[in-house]
């Protein structure tokens, strides 16, 4: 079955620098390939709904939040199947379980919206970024 596997959460002060990242595994024959569908990353602070920070489409666009503009950006290793999330200036209010999610239908419409896990088709198990 499909893995999605984040890593690099941690406590940071403001204005460091974090990078997350997504592992992907398994699926069909032929495996999840990441730019094969559409991965994002999202996050969800206590009390609060998860929402979408970006995403890579498989025509390789990226989308951002506005939350996340200028200061995160979405990458990925072809070779290592992973994804990955650069934080930079990082800010207390990025607090939050940050998320990896494939396959949707709806890649650049869910940055900066709450996004319900039926939204996408594989999710991760997310990793915990705190900032102080």
């Known amino acids: 079955h499909v893995q999605l596997v984040e890593s690099g959460g941690g406590s940071m002060q403001a204005g460091e620098s974090l990078k997350l990242s997504c592992a992907a595994s398994?699926?069909?024959?032929?495996?999840?390939?990441?730019?094969?569908?559409?991965m994002g990353w999202f996050r969800q602070a206590p009390g609060k709904e998860r929402e979408g920070v970006g995403t890579?489409?498989?025509?390789?666009?990226?989308t951002y939040a506005d939350s996340a503009r200028g200061r995160f950006t979405i990458s990925h290793d072809g070779a290592k199947n992973t994804l990955y999330l650069q934080m930079d200036d990082l800010r207390p209010e990025d607090t939050a379980m940050y998320y990896c999610a494939a396959d949707t239908p709806w890649c650049k419409e869910v940055p900066g919206v709450p996004v319900a896990r039926g939204v996408f088709r594989y999710w991760g198990q997310g990793t915990q970024v705190t900032v102080s």
């Open positions: 398994g699926g069909t024959t032929s495996g999840l390939t990441i730019r094969e569908v559409c």
């Open positions: 890579l489409d498989r025509d390789g666009t990226v």
